[in-house]
Nanobody, 124 residues
Framework: QVQLVESGGGLVQAGGSLRLSCASS????????MGWFRQAPGKEREFVGAIGRSGGSTYYADSVKGRFTISRDNAKNMVFLQMNSLKPEDTAVYYC?????????????????WGQGTQVTVSS
């Protein structure tokens, strides 16, 4: 069982930055690939980015590429989402998720464990 807890969300002006954190319980964090997803009101949950087990590989949705960066610290059982140049359309609840399969999955159905989410609001 893996428990995930996101933090770091908040209200920021367009063009600003936020850093989200996701803390994981358990001793097997490094065996999971991690993903970030987001869900805006009235919309489906969508893929933001993913990072491999070692942190050596990442993949991003086109909408955030060049603005968002995912990293992880396996010693601290944490994964991060650095968000720069934020836009109002980035407003959503952001979730971290874990999957035991290797590879950088974009399909939310492939992720077994989910956090409760953290709200990010970008004002224009």
């Amino acid at each position: 069982q893996v428990q995930l807890v996101e933090s770091g969300g908040g209200l920021v002006q367009a063009g600003g930055s936020l850093r989200l954190s996701c803390a994981s319980s358990g001793r097997t964090f490094s065996t999971y690939a991690m993903g970030w997803f987001r869900q805006a009101p009235g919309k489906e949950r969508e893929f933001v980015g993913a990072i491999g087990r070692s942190g050596g590989s990442t993949y991003y949705a086109d909408s955030v590429k060049g603005r968002f960066t995912i990293s992880r610290d396996n010693a601290k059982n944490m994964v991060f989402l650095q968000m720069n140049s934020l836009k109002p359309e980035d407003t959503a609840v952001y979730y971290c998720a874990a999957r035991s399969s290797s590879g950088l999955g974009t399909d939310l159905r492939s992720y077994r464990y989910w956090g409760q989410g953290t709200q990010v609001t970008v004002s224009s």
